[in-house]
Each structure stands twice: as structure tokens, then as C-alpha cells.
């Protein structure tokens, strides 16, 4: 009996789903019909390839080595189509991108464009937190992942992709929003909004309150931008936030940015590969096109 890419499809969201229930439900199947079809992968390569705890499936060893493979097979399929219909003139394929919450403000108008260029190409943006994010770039499940604070420590290509500013916001009711110059005496002594530890706007915080030897006085640790600029709103405390994620608070003077010295500090993007990943014509078309544009500020889009 030959191994199918139907069998290794549904393998795979077993894999993903580590249910047969639920990947029966999401590819339309009978739960006997996947349990079949794993029973078969099972004898065709003489090992067990999942084990069920309580009711979460785990994949054995032989299972993670048989998930590799399959989706090894299905990205070389995909690459040889891409790569294929390049040959004949056209560009179609899928793009995929993983993103850290914060790119959610720039990342739509870039891939909208890009998309108007392309539109034969599909797009699957996933927008997540920088952890979930390194754990795709580990699995290998993008082309690209974006990011301001890239991991340490894997054999990664780091490529520039442009450059923000990071400012300290306010609600218009705090006592220091009218000051023409605000010293850090009187930022020390404010209640300071923060992102959750780990993330990418947290460890940019950090290094600044170690640069200006300030000990923050913490009032709420969140984990979202969007809740910290509505806490800012409430005058609930300030915070340093990305310029390009509050424009549109700023422009109906629901926040304001403290005039504060270093203030605002660079904040560099950057594009994440893994090494030694190939390059498929859609993404390789996608960074000639950041390439042709990186004249366009998205920040202000």
C-alpha cells in the first residue's frame, strides 16, 4: 500500500488539531474514517505514529518524523506549482506572514497593495504575539515572520524592513500634556502602562528605562495595544507606544505625545526567515516589491 497526500493531509490536522474529532469535523470526514486512515499510515510504517492522552492526541517520535516529511512534501508541491506557473508568465502561490500585534497598524496596506499587484496570489497573514510567533518561525510555517525584537540564539536571516518611532503618550487631562518640555523627574513619578514580558514593545520600554536609569512605577501590565491606549485614554497612566498605532487617537486629540528628551527613539522592523529556506517566486516577488517601494512611508497610510 502507497502512502496518499490525502493520507498525509489528514494526518497533518490531526497533527494540528491533536484531536481526530476535530480534524474529522474541519476536513469534513467521519471520526471512523480518520481513525481509519491513521490505523493504515500506522501499518504501512509499522509503528505507532500517535498516542491519545486523556483526549488530546500526541504525535510519537515516528509521528513527528512522519509530520515532517509530509509537510515537507506539500511545500515542495506547492513550490513546483508556484515555480511552475512563473515559467508561463503568471505569479500565483500563497504568501504567508506571520506578524507581532503591533505590525496590525502598517502590515494590511502593504499586503493590500501588494495584492492589487499580484491578484492571483493568496495571502494568509497571521497576527499573533511575539511568542507564538517565534514558535512558527521554529516550525517553518511562513516565508516571512516581521517583527521589531528578532530571537537570539537561531539560524535565522534578519533582513531590514523599515524604521518607526516609539513615543510617550497621554491622556490630554494629565497634568504634564501641556508642558512644553517634560523632565524625567516628573515621568518618574507616573503611572506607567506596560506590555506583557516577552513582547517586542515591552523589552523596547525596558531598555529605555535602563538607559534613563528610571525605575517605573507599574500600575498595569497589558496585553494588548489596544487596551493600553484605551487605559491612556482613561488617564489611567502613560505608556511609550508605537507613533504609527495611536495616529488616529492623536488626530482627535483623544491622546497627545509628551515632549520628552530622546524622545521619540527609532524603532527598527525587521524581516525573519529561517537559513537555508528556499525562496518561492511569490516571496521572492514579495521582497522586490518592498524593495521597488520602500520609498512609501506605510507608517502614515
Request: charged share 20%; proline share 5%.
Amino acid at each position: 500500500m502507497r502512502i496518499t497526500l490525502h493520507q498525509c493531509n489528514v494526518f497533518e490536522c490531526v497533527a494540528q488539531q491533536q484531536s481526530i474529532t476535530r480534524a474529522a469535523e474541519s476536513m469534513c470526514l467521519s471520526q471512523p474514517a480518520v481513525s481509519n486512515l491513521i490505523k493504515q499510515l500506522e501499518t504501512i510504517c509499522d509503528t505507532h505514529l500517535i498516542e491519545v492522552i486523556g483526549k488530546c492526541v500526541h504525535m510519537t517520535p515516528a509521528g513527528q518524523l512522519f509530520l515532517a516529511m509530509s509537510q515537507d512534501i506539500r511545500e515542495r508541491l506547492a513550490q513546483f506549482n508556484a515555480e511552475l506557473e512563473y515559467l508561463k508568465g503568471g505569479l500565483i502561490g500563497t504568501l504567508r506572514v506571520a506578524v507581532v500585534t503591533t505590525a496590525k497598524y502598517f502590515i494590511p496596506k502593504l499586503l493590500g497593495d501588494f495584492k492589487q499587484q499580484y491578484p492571483d496570489v493568496a495571502i494568509e497573514l497571521t497576527v499573533t504575539n511575539r511568542e507564538d510567533v517565534i514558535q512558527r518561525l521554529k516550525e517553518n510555517r511562513d516565508d516571512f515572520v516581521i517583527m521589531s525584537q528578532p530571537p537570539k540564539g537561531m539560524p535565522v536571516i534578519i533582513k531590514k524592513f523599515f524604521e518607526d518611532h516609539l513615543v510617550i503618550a497621554a491622556s490630554p487631562r494629565n497634568l504634564l500634556a501641556k508642558k512644553k518640555q517634560v523632565p524625567l523627574s516628573n515621568i518618574k513619578e507616573q503611572a506607567w502602562l506596560i506590555r506583557e514580558p516577552g513582547s517586542g514593545s515591552r523589552m523596547a520600554m525596558e531598555q529605555w528605562f535602563r538607559k534613563a536609569k528610571i525605575k517605573p512605577n507599574i500600575n498595569m501590565e497589558i496585553s494588548n495595544n489596544e487596551s493600553i491606549k484605551q487605559l491612556i485614554m482613561a488617564n489611567m497612566g502613560i505608556s511609550i507606544i508605537p507613533l504609527q498605532s495611536i495616529e488616529l487617537e492623536l488626530s482627535v486629540a483623544k491622546l497627545v505625545v509628551l515632549k520628552v528628551k530622546g524622545f521619540p527613539i527609532k524603532h527598527e522592523w525587521y524581516m525573519v526567515s529561517n537559513k537555508g529556506k528556499k525562496t518561492s517566486p511569490v516571496a521572492q516577488t514579495f521582497l522586490e516589491f518592498i524593495h521597488q517601494h520602500e520609498h512609501i512611508n506605510y507608517r502614515h497610510l
